[in-house]
């Protein structure tokens, strides 16, 4: 027999051991208890016993690779009952179709599946899912869980930490499943996932952050949450610029539709029904050319613009008019700009509607005989955000009273305009320098804002009294632009009763948080403030407080909040030194989220330390000066102690350092800070 002969009857030996392998025992038997376990066993035309799932013929929904069984398809069969809990020994399976059927009982645990790329148990009546179900499923990509009441008995379930080890996930929908809680942020962290269907859970809090940026992202489903909803607000799905579905109906999110939303250049439908988003429409949205916008049951304000989208609707809103494209009156568009600052407060929300504020019952509005507005007027009403430059748009203005709230920034220069002005009344706030000039010679009222005077537990311009030239700029309290360690003044007080340290400071407030420049109390989330403004310092390369930039940047915590969420304007911000690239942005985008976590107006919506570390900690590897493998960089040895290193930059750079101590670095960390008091110890500061 020639070689060509032997090579024949070889390749034909192997291939009739393969069509007629006999099946494993093991897939046997499990394909037995499957029959079995059901309550209409008739539907599967399955032998009772024996059988060869994988010979010839084989059974019918089972396929086979040689005598292992590689998928099982028995979609739409009306089967009912418990499938087998040792389902996950079928360890070749790499399909997995049950979908549309009536299986109950607990859903079997698929971990070590490693080959599983396709599971679909959508459409049952499965009762609970075990917590190993996703170890182990490294080759997934696509899992159907929908309609399945999981683990109602035990108020819900979520998403565990396992899901994330699924790498190749592109489809994960899990509609009206029972989820409950928030959203993991591992789930911004899985690369290839594209369509996301959670509609009709219990999930609660806010868009993960993580989901920041996401360029895989196609299909975004977070409908119709149960019980509170999901809330804050939507600016990051603005970011996602791959999105084509994206449904938000049904749920409790806050605030106004981003500016960047015409970002989403291969958005096709957007829905936003039935939520609390405020404000007016970006231009932006109204430019897009949709299938499909939905924006009904909200509160809405300014003019409805003419949409391109091919089906929009929008009622049930606080337009001020009835058609697209009429523009509102300016004294509306002046006042709704002055609302967005404050972060669009419900009492007012609720009222300023229509287009005439002199014949509304707008809260807070006074007007005066000809029609126009005349007087703001909104003392105590638990006011925040930052005054707007649109008020100066409303000249007929005499008085504006919004003392005791807490709004903060500058007064925008601006309002010098208004010549009619004679009474600006902003005490009790957290109002920054510098105070505008005003040709009138109107002196605002800012008692009570501790970055001016008038409080004995806040910096201090040496001036105590109120009412001597308070609202002039020169009399505003010096401070340096060098560095968050400029010079300040420390003097502990104790009070009966009181267990904090109240200081007064005098020297750079750029990096004071509110609760501290108005009481003196060091805590913690103090010091997380401050930690975040050295953030955006780094991320922008600009000083924390600078009087010669532009008056909406000289407080930089301020207007890097403005800009933050802005994918055009963050990159624009970024310092060029650091040659941010689009595929380094993700990096940046985290950081800038990180910033504007850590400045959070109050204290406890701030992360511990802990968080900060957590969250910048992965970026380590990715932002590393120089390779590990090196030992030596710049002709400094790093495995040596740290004073031997720096003596041996010292020598060559040839510099002199002489007024340290190499030999005992610790003589360079002062015992305290000049101008603490001597009883002032590190106890006192914690």
């Given at each position: 027999?020639?070689?060509?002969?032997?090579?024949?009857?070889?390749?034909?030996?192997?291939?009739?051991?393969?069509?007629?392998?006999?099946?494993?025992?093991?897939?046997?038997?499990?394909?037995?208890?499957?029959?079995?376990?059901?309550?209409?066993?008739?539907?599967?035309?399955?032998?009772?016993?024996?059988?060869?799932?994988?010979?010839?013929?084989?059974?019918?929904?089972?396929?086979?690779?040689?005598?292992?069984?590689?998928?099982?398809?028995?979609?739409?069969?009306?089967?009912?009952?418990?499938?087998?809990?040792?389902?996950?020994?079928?360890?070749?399976?790499?399909?997995?179709?049950?979908?549309?059927?009536?299986?109950?009982?607990?859903?079997?645990?698929?971990?070590?599946?490693?080959?599983?790329?396709?599971?679909?148990?959508?459409?049952?009546?499965?009762?609970?899912?075990?917590?190993?179900?996703?170890?182990?499923?490294?080759?997934?990509?696509v899992l159907a869980l929908d309609n399945n009441g999981l683990n109602v008995t035990t108020?819900?379930?979520?998403?565990?930490?396992?899901?994330?080890?699924?790498?190749?996930?592109?489809?994960?929908?899990?509609?009206?499943?029972?989820?409950?809680?928030?959203?993991?942020?591992?789930?911004?962290?899985?690369?290839?996932?594209?369509?996301?269907?959670?509609?009709?859970?219990?999930?609660?809090?806010?868009?993960?952050?993580?989901?920041?940026?996401?360029?895989?992202?196609?299909?975004?489903?977070?409908?119709?949450?149960?019980?509170?909803?999901?809330?804050?607000?939507?600016?990051?799905?603005?970011?996602?610029?791959?999105?084509?579905?994206?449904?938000?109906?049904?749920?409790?999110?806050?605030?106004?539709?981003?500016?960047?939303?015409?970002?989403?250049?291969?958005?096709?439908?957007?829905?936003?029904?039935?939520?609390?988003?405020?404000?007016?429409?970006?231009?932006?949205?109204?430019?897009?050319?949709?299938?499909?916008?939905?924006?009904?049951?909200?509160?809405?304000?300014?003019?409805?613009?003419?949409?391109?989208?091919?089906?929009?609707?929008?009622?049930?809103?606080?337009?001020?008019?009835?058609?697209?494209?009429?523009?509102?009156?300016?004294?509306?568009?002046?006042?709704?700009?002055?609302?967005?600052?404050?972060?669009?407060?419900?009492?007012?929300?609720?009222?300023?509607?229509?287009?005439?504020?002199?014949?509304?019952?707008?809260?807070?509005?006074?007007?005066?005989?000809?029609?126009?507005?005349?007087?703001?007027?909104?003392?105590?009403?638990?006011?925040?955000?930052?005054?707007?430059?649109?008020?100066?748009?409303?000249?007929?203005?005499?008085?504006?009273?919004?003392?005791?709230?807490?709004?903060?920034?500058?007064?925008?220069?601006?309002?010098?305009?208004?010549?009619?002005?004679?009474?600006?009344?902003?005490?009790?706030?957290?109002?920054?320098?510098?105070?505008?000039?005003?040709?009138?010679?109107?002196?605002?009222?800012?008692?009570?804002?501790?970055?001016?005077?008038?409080?004995?537990?806040?910096?201090?311009?040496?001036?105590?009294?109120?009412?001597?030239?308070?609202?002039?700029?020169?009399?505003?309290?010096?401070?340096?632009?060098?560095?968050?360690?400029?010079?300040?003044?420390?003097?502990?007080?104790?009070?009966?009763?009181?267990?904090?340290?109240?200081?007064?400071?005098?020297?750079?407030?750029?990096?004071?948080?509110?609760?501290?420049?108005?009481?003196?109390?060091?805590?913690?989330?103090?010091?997380?403030?401050?930690?975040?403004?050295?953030?955006?310092?780094?991320?922008?390369?600009?000083?924390?407080?600078?009087?010669?930039?532009?008056?909406?940047?000289?407080?930089?915590?301020?207007?890097?909040?403005?800009?933050?969420?802005?994918?055009?304007?963050?990159?624009?911000?970024?310092?060029?030194?650091?040659?941010?690239?689009?595929?380094?942005?993700?990096?940046?985008?985290?950081?800038?989220e990180l910033a504007g976590h850590c400045t959070a107006r109050e204290p406890s919506q701030?992360?511990?330390?802990?968080?900060?570390?957590?969250?910048?900690?992965?970026?380590?590897?990715?932002?590393?000066?120089?390779?590990?493998?090196?030992?030596?960089?710049?002709?400094?040895?790093?495995?040596?102690?740290?004073?031997?290193?720096?003596?041996?930059?010292?020598?060559?750079?040839?510099?002199?350092?002489?007024?340290?101590?190499?030999?005992?670095?610790?003589?360079?960390?002062?015992?305290?800070?000049?101008?603490?008091?001597?009883?002032?110890?590190?106890?006192?500061?914690?």
């Amino acid at each position: 027999m020639d070689g060509s002969s032997r090579t024949f009857l070889s390749t034909l030996l192997l291939l009739v051991t393969t069509v007629f392998a006999t099946t494993d025992p093991n897939d046997l038997k499990i394909l037995n208890q499957f029959r079995k376990g059901l309550d209409n066993p008739e539907l599967l035309p399955w032998p009772e016993e024996g059988g060869d799932p994988c010979g010839i013929p084989g059974w019918k929904y089972i396929f086979c690779d040689g005598d292992r069984v590689s998928q099982i398809q028995t979609k739409n069969l009306n089967l009912s009952g418990p499938l087998p809990q040792n389902l996950n020994q079928l360890t070749e399976l790499f399909n997995l179709g049950l979908q549309n059927n009536k299986f109950n009982g607990p859903l079997p645990s698929l971990k070590g599946l490693s080959k599983l790329k396709y599971a679909f148990l959508d459409n049952n009546n499965f009762d609970s899912i075990p917590p190993d179900f996703f170890e182990g499923l490294d080759s997934l990509e696509v899992l159907a869980l929908d309609n399945n009441g999981l683990n109602v008995t035990t108020g819900g379930w979520q998403f565990p930490s396992s899901l994330q080890g699924s790498t190749q996930l592109t489809n994960l929908s899990c509609i009206n499943c029972n989820l409950a809680g928030p959203l993991p942020d591992f789930l911004g962290k899985m690369n290839s996932l594209s369509f996301l269907k959670l509609s009709g859970n219990g999930l609660t809090g806010e868009i993960p952050v993580s989901l920041n940026g996401s360029g895989s992202m196609q299909v975004l489903w977070l409908n119709n949450q149960k019980g509170d909803g999901l809330t804050g607000n939507i600016d990051v799905v603005a970011t996602m610029t791959s999105l084509t579905s994206l449904w938000l109906h049904g749920n409790k999110f806050t605030g106004s539709i981003p500016e960047n939303i015409g970002d989403l250049a291969t958005l096709k439908v957007l829905n936003l029904n039935g939520n609390n988003l405020v404000g007016l429409i970006p231009d932006a949205l109204g430019n897009m050319e949709l299938d499909n916008l939905n924006l009904n049951n909200n509160r809405f304000m300014g003019p409805i613009p003419n949409f391109k989208a091919s089906t929009v609707s929008y009622d049930n809103n606080d337009f001020c008019q009835n058609k697209r494209g009429v523009p509102c009156a300016f004294e509306v568009m002046a006042l709704l700009g002055f609302l967005g600052e404050l972060n669009y407060p419900s009492n007012l929300v609720e009222s300023w509607t229509g287009n005439d504020p002199c014949k509304g019952l707008w809260l807070g509005i006074k007007c005066n005989a000809n029609g126009k507005v005349s007087l703001i007027n909104l003392p105590h009403f638990n006011l925040s955000g930052t005054l707007s430059p649109s008020v100066a748009n409303l000249g007929s203005l005499v008085e504006i009273r919004l003392g005791g709230n807490k709004l903060s920034g500058v007064v925008p220069s601006n309002w010098t305009s208004l010549t009619s002005l004679t009474l600006l009344d902003l005490s009790g706030n957290n109002i920054s320098p510098p105070l505008p000039k005003f040709t009138t010679g109107l002196k605002p009222v800012i008692d009570g804002n501790p970055l001016f005077n008038g409080n004995p537990e806040a910096p201090s311009s040496g001036n105590n009294n109120p009412s001597a030239g308070s609202g002039n700029a020169e009399n505003t309290p010096a401070h340096s632009n060098s560095s968050s360690t400029d010079s300040f003044e420390s003097k502990k007080s104790k009070r009966k009763g009181e267990k904090s340290v109240v200081t007064r400071l005098a020297g750079t407030f750029g990096y004071l948080a509110p609760e501290y420049a108005v009481t003196g109390k060091i805590t913690t989330k103090a010091d997380v403030f401050s930690f975040g403004v050295v953030l955006m310092e780094l991320l922008t390369g600009l000083m924390a407080l600078d009087e010669d930039r532009p008056e909406e940047s000289q407080y930089l915590a301020a207007w890097f909040w403005h800009i933050k969420s802005d994918k055009k304007k963050l990159m624009a911000a970024i310092d060029p030194v650091l040659d941010i690239k689009e595929e380094t942005f993700e990096s940046i985008s985290i950081i800038a989220e990180l910033a504007g976590h850590c400045t959070a107006r109050e204290p406890s919506q701030r992360p511990e330390m802990g968080h900060a570390v957590n969250v910048l900690a992965p970026l380590v590897e990715k932002w590393k000066p120089f390779d590990d493998d090196t030992e030596e960089y710049s002709g400094i040895d790093y495995s040596l102690p740290l004073n031997q290193m720096v003596k041996g930059w010292q020598e060559a750079e040839g510099k002199d350092l002489s007024y340290m101590d190499l030999e005992d670095s610790k003589s360079s960390i002062p015992a305290r800070p000049t101008g603490f008091a001597d009883s002032f110890t590190s106890a006192d500061g914690r």
